[in-house]
């Protein structure tokens, strides 16, 4: 079982403010995705990285890749309250899932 | 796009029902589906490997007995959770891939309530 950690598990910041969850582990993936999911919903696929080293943008949501693809991390700039969520890294075939970050964004 | 539905989205039964959830790909076919189970404030946590054709894989831990999967199209897999009790209740989700991918995409859930 290839095992994803994410840290940090809660994270409660300001609007307007920068953020970064990671992804760790000491498996090299072929494929790392990122997962928002709200509550009483299923997990919706913001981004998959698949190439070391790789960067992604998605407004703004930044996704790296490490060059071993051994982890992964998450920055979202300005946040806003609507990115609030359970933000999941995900990696494998059969996904291994991180525990998730929390992320409150206050008003 | 790639829509997974799942139905129902909410249940309630009674302890000692079986209950049965479908997981449908609803613009794809997935040769494989997932479902997972989870647990208020956790993460997904897998159950089991859904194949179109052939048995269910379950992971280590999960009786392959009481919660059966039956994958029986190319767009359909349901599980079905036998002899529920209170313990069971949870939160089920299902996933699949669409072929010559490597994403999988959820389904949006379905809420057991065992009473």
């Known amino acids: 079982t290839q095992l994803l950690e994410q840290s940090p598990q809660f994270l409660s910041i300001q609007e307007g403010e920068n953020l970064t969850v990671y992804c760790n582990s000491s498996?090299?993936?072929?494929?790392l995705q990122w997962y928002r999911q709200e509550p009483g919903e299923g997990p919706v696929l913001l981004v998959t990285?698949?190439?070391?080293?790789e960067v992604k943008k998605l407004k703004r949501l930044t996704f790296q890749f490490g060059d071993a693809r051994k982890d992964s991390s998450l920055h979202i700039t300005a946040a806003q309250p609507g990115d609030t969520g359970l933000y999941l890294c995900?990696?494998?075939?059969?996904?291994?899932f991180g525990a998730g970050t929390t992320v409150t964004v206050r008003a | 796009g790639a829509v997974v539905s799942q139905h129902p989205s909410r249940v309630i039964c009674k302890s000692g029902t079986s209950v049965k959830i479908e997981c449908r790909s609803l613009?794809?076919?997935?040769?494989?589906m997932f479902w997972y189970r989870q647990f208020p404030k956790q993460s997904l946590m897998l159950m089991a490997t859904?194949?179109?054709?052939?048995?269910?894989?379950?992971e280590q831990g999960v009786e392959k007995d009481k919660f059966l999967i039956n994958h029986a199209s190319l767009t359909l897999s349901t599980l079905t959770v036998t002899s529920a009790h209170p313990e069971d209740s949870s939160f089920y989700i299902c996933?699949?891939?669409?072929?010559?991918?490597?994403?999988?995409?959820f389904g949006p859930g379905t809420r057991l309530t065992v009473t």
């Open positions: 498996s090299v993936f072929s494929s």
């Open positions: 859904s194949n179109e054709g052939s048995k269910a894989t379950y």
């Open positions: 995900a990696g494998g075939y059969k996904l291994s």
């Open positions: 996933s699949a891939y669409r072929d010559r991918e490597y994403e999988q995409y």
């Open positions: 990285v698949v190439t070391g080293g």
């Open positions: 613009d794809f076919q997935a040769t494989t």
